[in-house]
């Protein structure tokens, strides 16, 4: 395969859209849309098993098959699928699933023997991670972000053969949502733009009943459903509770992140905020709650995966709105149940770049990094060897949405620093990306002079990047760099579609 | 001036790589209690290397040895004075324990060519200690004392309280000994680091009979330590309000003067000096 470098000087294949900067594409294209796959009201036919669901959906080899995430690493939807996949000996498959999970081993000998030969997804880690890095996929891994993917289904690019569609409660007329039954997710953001598109649309689920309470999945798309004994493990699917960290460095972090963030005069009436469900994030929502309450400011949304401490902070009357792609937790899932301005967004609406997404109106967006180097570009799906350990999913979606991107994130970490030179892998590009805050200092990246100067008096630790460099640097010593010599496994797709960088199969392997 | 002293246990390279990013108005690098017997030497090798390697400013570096009823006290010694530290922190002290820490530093400092003599921070954790805490305040090497409530407890034979009542008198003792002799007084570390609340009641409290300043044994105490233990905005105002007052008396020849409708004597101009030698610049 013959490659050239995209605008970032990252090598891409020749076939594939390269990367051109984080708005080319979008200002020069139109939203393109396949018609939406409309079956009609009615009762569905109901199966209870996957080899009679596989015959009346005709599934052969070669189809593409795809899956939500929302049912995390309690996930039993798609390792039922694949079990039949490996008694029928099919062969060829794409899957896209928007994201894997440990829990899917299953999947790992069904790539070594063909059956899986391609793969879309938003996020990977795992034994299926290490399978695909090690180089036993024969296709490729296109990793998407979550805006990009349901934007890659829309326009018919990532067609979808069969949508298996894992629903906590469904009734006959195929209408579901994911807050009622024995396993409970919440929202069920990530299905839509499945439900919506695919060929054939299956809500698989244990808990059927005459009326669902709430209609967050639309019966009139729906071809049949799948009534099993239970599709998934409630303590893979709900994480608890979510709580900020107790570890004291990220909290400097954190308590630097937010003081930032109000100098910067971002928390202020009509507030809208994004944050993820680490505990350091959590630190951050913690510390600017303590700010609104004390400054009384209501902020009009918190949007993203929705934690409990967002919930709680939602309930204080300190946001006014929750839009929600996924529950993180037990709360959040009980509080989409009963707070009615809590309020479930779709993938597309969530950070589609040609829907008007929630992200294009965030505020403020604080995320994390695996690494993040000299020109802000940050890496959230390898780590510093090349190993797969997780995708984008929001991350540059919100990063191109937000008017203030802040990236958090130690600065060293088990003798490593965070900060390279190049960053292995791009996943967010650095024109997106405005500020890192560290422990050990806080750098602004050059083209934001607006927030440089107005922090020109600010008592935070700011300082280049370079220098913040230059600290890791000495108590690390400076990393040999690694070369990517292994065949090319699959590509980073930014939002647009472009490809932002590719993937290595792991040197040695 | 400190509000906050953080231990930092010498044999951790994860802790004293961090060490310096909390904010803590001091360090105190532990040789004692934190290190096992057969890491002593560890713990010395490692703080020697981090401190040749890491410059750290605008901190007071202490080193907490062993007690001189250890074999490693002497070993300690000869390690501190030859680091780029300020201060020896020494545990159990005894009146008779400083002067003769005082003689073998001197004989020390000197072999090692040692420009700045170093400090000493007793710690008064023993009943019998509190009968000498005035003479211990008052040498020149003691910048400042700190009450070892958790081992005081066990000499008492009583259990450590939320409270602190069975320490209250040793408290006082500490604080009237460091205010006679302008040193500062240093409270005991608050045990429990998961209770904010019980923190805050506890240094409130400290504050309020005069303490100046807390150890703390996890970072996570140091800013609402500084919280209680800073001057607030009001009495930094009211301080400098004092001293422009003061000096516009002194210009004018006056010798009475007032501020808020309130006469200002000497104590008052005393304590509003001491409140803005604790603001941080």
Not at chain 2, 7 to 33: H, K, R, T, Y
Request: proline share 5%.
């Amino acid at each position: 395969m013959n490659m050239i470098k995209n605008s970032l000087g990252r090598l891409v294949p020749d076939d594939m859209i390269p990367f051109q900067g984080a708005d080319q594409i979008i200002k020069k294209n139109k939203r393109q849309l396949i018609d939406e796959i409309i079956v009609g009201g009615g009762n569905k036919p109901v199966e209870t098993d996957m080899s009679s669901l596989f015959d009346k959906l005709n599934i052969q080899d070669g189809m593409t098959l795809s899956f939500h995430h929302h049912l995390r690493n309690g996930d039993a939807v798609l390792n039922m699928v694949l079990a039949e996949i490996k008694k029928r000996k099919l062969k060829n498959l794409t899957l896209a699933p928007s994201a894997i999970f440990p829990v899917h081993e299953p999947m790992v000998p069904l790539i070594k023997n063909g059956s899986i030969t391609t793969i879309y997804t938003n996020y990977v880690n795992g034994p299926v991670a290490q399978a695909i890095e090690q180089g036993f996929l024969k296709g490729m891994l296109v990793m998407d972000t979550h805006g990009g993917r349901p934007r890659a289904i829309e326009s018919g690019e990532l067609k979808i053969d069969v949508a298996f569609i894992a629903t906590p409660a469904c009734d006959r007329y195929g209408h579901g949502n994911g807050v009622e039954g024995p396993s409970q997710c919440g929202t069920l953001g990530y299905a839509i733009p499945d439900l919506l598109y695919a060929k054939q649309k299956v809500l698989v689920t244990d808990h059927l009943v005459d009326r669902v309470k709430k209609i967050d999945l639309d019966g009139r798309y729906v071809h049949m459903i799948c009534h099993i004994p239970s599709i998934g493990n409630p303590e893979g699917i709900q994480s608890g509770t979510t709580k900020p960290t107790r570890d004291p460095i990220q909290l400097r972090i954190a308590k630097n992140t937010a003081q930032l963030i109000s100098e910067l005069g971002y928390i202020k009436k009509g507030f809208r905020f994004q944050t993820g469900a680490g505990g350091t994030s959590l630190a951050v929502a913690q510390d600017i709650k303590h700010i609104m309450k004390e400054k009384k400011i209501v902020g009009a949304f918190a949007s993203g995966g929705i934690t409990n401490f967002l919930v709680s902070m939602h309930e204080e009357g300190l946001f006014e709105k929750l839009y929600d792609v996924q529950c993180f937790d037990l709360e959040a899932i009980k509080s989409y149940g009963k707070n009615k301005n809590h309020l479930m967004m779709s993938a597309s609406e969530y950070g589609n770049p040609y829907a008007k997404p929630i992200v294009n109106d965030l505020d403020v967006v604080v995320l994390g990094a695996t690494e993040i180097d000299l020109d802000f570009h940050v890496n959230v799906t390898t780590d510093s060897f090349g190993h797969l350990i997780g995708g984008s999913g929001g991350h540059a979606d919100t990063a191109y949405g937000a008017k203030l991107t802040v990236i958090t994130t130690n600065l060293m970490k088990s003798r490593l620093s965070m900060i390279k030179e190049h960053v292995t892998t791009i996943t967010t590009p650095g024109e997106t990306v405005d500020v890192l805050v560290t422990e050990r200092g806080i750098a602004i990246n050059p083209r934001r002079q607006d927030l440089i100067d107005k922090l020109k008096h600010s008592k935070l630790p700011i300082m280049k990047m370079e220098d913040l460099l230059k600290i890791a640097y000495d108590f690390t010593g400076v990393p040999k760099p690694m070369t990517q010599e292994g065949r090319l496994i699959g590509v980073v797709r930014y939002r647009d579609g472009s490809i932002i960088d590719s993937l290595y199969q792991i040197k040695g392997v | 001036m400190k509000r906050s002293l953080l231990f930092i246990p010498a044999n951790s390279p994860a802790m004293l790589q961090n060490a310096d990013i909390f904010g803590a108005d001091a360090l105190i690098f532990d040789f004692e209690d934190a290190i096992h017997p057969l890491e002593k030497d560890a713990a010395r090798d490692l703080l020697t290397h981090y401190l040749d390697r890491f410059k750290l400013n605008d901190m007071e570096l202490i080193v907490r040895i062993n007690d001189k009823t250890t074999p490693y006290y002497v070993d300690d010694l000869k390690r501190v004075v030859s680091l780029p530290v300020d201060t020896i922190m020494l545990p159990k002290t005894r009146y008779e324990d400083l002067i003769e820490l005082d003689t073998l530093l001197h004989k020390l400092e000197k072999q090692s060519k040692r420009e700045h003599p170093l400090s000493i921070i007793p710690i008064i954790e023993k009943a019998i200690s509190l009968f000498e805490v005035e003479k211990i305040a008052s040498h020149h090497r003691v910048t400042g004392l700190l009450l070892g409530g958790e081992d005081l407890a066990t000499d008492l034979e009583v259990e450590r309280s939320q409270e602190g009542t069975e320490i209250l008198l040793a408290r006082q003792m500490v604080i009237y000994a460091s205010k006679a002799y302008q040193k500062d007084a240093i409270d005991t570390p608050f045990t429990d680091v998961s209770d904010q609340e019980g923190l805050i009641k506890d240094a409130m409290f400290a504050k309020s009979l005069g303490m100046t300043a807390k150890a703390c044994i996890h970072p996570i105490q140091i800013d609402t330590i500084h919280d209680i233990f800073s001057p607030s905005e009001k009495q930094i105002a009211y301080a400098k309000r004092v001293l422009h007052a003061e000096q516009e008396a002194n210009d004018k020849g006056l010798g009475v003067f007032s501020v808020d409708g309130k006469m200002i004597d000497k104590p008052i101009i005393e304590r509003a000096k001491q409140v803005l030698k604790r603001v941080k610049p």
